[in-house]
């Protein structure tokens, strides 16, 4: 799961600065078929749950200590 969100979040980021430059992940192409908001939130919930698999990944990785 923890990989999953980082690739997710990478994307997300990574997305994000590419638009500024005119430019997107070929895997990420469609992204802004339904218009520029629908793209913007696409980004958003990238990020957002690509950290939030990250963090939970990343705690059930800890082994918990009595």
Do not use: C
Request: hydrophobic fraction near 55%.
């Amino acid at each position: 799961m923890k990989n999953i969100g980082g690739y997710l979040f990478f994307f997300g980021v990574g997305s994000v600065i590419l638009y500024f430059l005119n430019m997107e992940f070929v895997i990420l192409s469609w992204i802004d078929n339904w218009g520029y908001t629908v793209g913007w939130v696409i980004r958003a919930a990238m990020i957002l749950l690509g950290a939030a698999l990250w963090l939970i990944g990343n705690k059930q990785e800890k082994p918990e200590e009595s």
